[in-house]
């Protein structure tokens, strides 16, 4: 019986209100949704970081492939006009980009934490002039197909990569890479709009020294090679490290 007067009591102190002031209620809820949602979206677009999905083919560009002596990775051919992957290396013909898709794994920017870290071997332009293993000159022979590795630079021989140890200890830039190892991604957004982004980042326990590297550019900046410095910056990192504002 208490609780229902108490029911009773409050519907008559509303229904006794000014019309004037049940509107200033209502403005006021109205007003601190909006600021609700507002806030909540600075916040998702501060703290989310978007990350390409790796698994879903590689990051095509341009390259002045007619510089230097480079072949298809999927078909052999030498290339006067084609793409490099400016993630991992690889460089194909126009077309044969569907079948490096489907059939080369790009460079990943997450395998697990923990997980053991292992050469990452793409049949590419040479950037080291001798093999990591037996000190021969590597890329001057297309009949014998030479390897780097996309984490640490190392190049072998085909011959050679058998007897190379599988484990990778990322090169000379170890210390501004965070390893794939290292990262965590989660996938975010609704139904068809789903979209991977930075979930966490463990700092390796064995290297004292980290202090990686965070590369933002804009395209607008400067000269407006932003994009290209960003594509000389992922080769050489976590692609997760780059990114263009």
């Known amino acids: 019986m208490g609780d229902r007067a108490a029911r009773d009591k409050s519907t008559v102190m509303w229904g006794d209100l000014p019309p004037r002031q049940i509107s200033l209620y209502v403005g006021l809820v109205f007003l601190g949704s909006i600021l609700f949602v507002t806030l909540s979206r600075r916040r998702k677009r501060h703290y989310e970081i978007p990350v390409r999905d790796a698994s879903k083919g590689h990051r095509w560009c341009s390259s002045d492939i007619s510089l230097q002596s480079m072949y298809c990775s999927v078909c052999e051919s030498h290339l006067v006009e084609g793409l490099l992957c400016d993630c991992c290396g690889v460089c194909v013909d126009e077309d044969c980009v569907s079948a490096a898709d489907a059939s080369i794994p790009c460079k990943p920017l997450s395998i697990g934490l923990g997980e053991r870290l292992q050469h990452h071997w793409v049949s590419s332009h040479l950037s080291s002039p001798?093999?990591?293993?037996?000190?021969?000159?590597?890329?001057?022979?297309?009949?014998?197909?030479?390897?780097?590795?996309?984490?640490?630079?190392?190049?072998?021989?085909?011959?050679?990569?058998?007897?190379?140890?599988?484990?990778c200890d990322l090169g000379k830039y170890k210390n501004l890479i965070v390893p794939p190892n290292c990262i965590t991604l989660k996938l975010v957004g609704w139904k068809g709009t789903?979209?991977?982004?930075?979930?966490?980042?463990?700092?390796?326990?064995?290297?004292?020294?980290?202090?990686?590297?965070?590369?933002?550019?804009?395209?607008?900046?400067?000269?407006?090679?932003?994009?290209?410095l960003l594509q000389f910056f992922r080769g050489i990192l976590n692609p997760a490290q780059v990114k263009l504002r």
């Open 194 to 228: 789903q979209h991977l982004v930075l979930d966490s980042v463990v700092p390796p326990t064995h290297d004292p020294a980290w202090s990686p590297l965070i590369v933002i550019a804009s395209k607008k900046s400067g000269n407006k090679d932003g994009e290209r």
């Open 130 to 167: 001798c093999c990591h293993l037996c000190g021969e000159s590597c890329g001057d022979r297309h009949d014998a197909r030479d390897w780097r590795c996309c984490w640490c630079d190392c190049c072998v021989h085909a011959e050679c990569r058998a007897r190379t140890t599988a484990d």
